[in-house]
């Protein structure tokens, strides 16, 4: 399974130190009320703070309902 396959399975994608060492980002994608996709929401932490299991744990429903409260304002 490609990527962007995953991320769009999983609701989500994660980065683990590809864009710059020591950094882990988690994205969603913000949603307008025709359910298009009109951009993303992301969260970024230093990774020797957070596993990436743990940055999910911990960000992911923060982000989703951030992401879907924005949405219904579009």
């Known amino acids: 399974m490609s990527t962007i396959e995953s991320a769009k399975q999983l609701g989500y994608a994660l980065s683990s130190e590809e864009l710059e060492m020591g950094m882990r980002s988690l994205a969603v994608p913000v949603m307008d009320s025709r359910e298009d996709c009109v951009g993303a929401m992301s969260v970024s932490a230093f990774s020797g703070r957070y ?8 960000a992911l429903p923060i982000l989703k309902d951030a992401a879907e409260e924005l949405g219904k304002t579009l």
Do not use: H, K, R, T
């Not at 596993?51 to 911990?58: D, I, R, Y």
């Open 51 to 58: 596993s990436p299991g743990e940055l999910v744990e911990a």
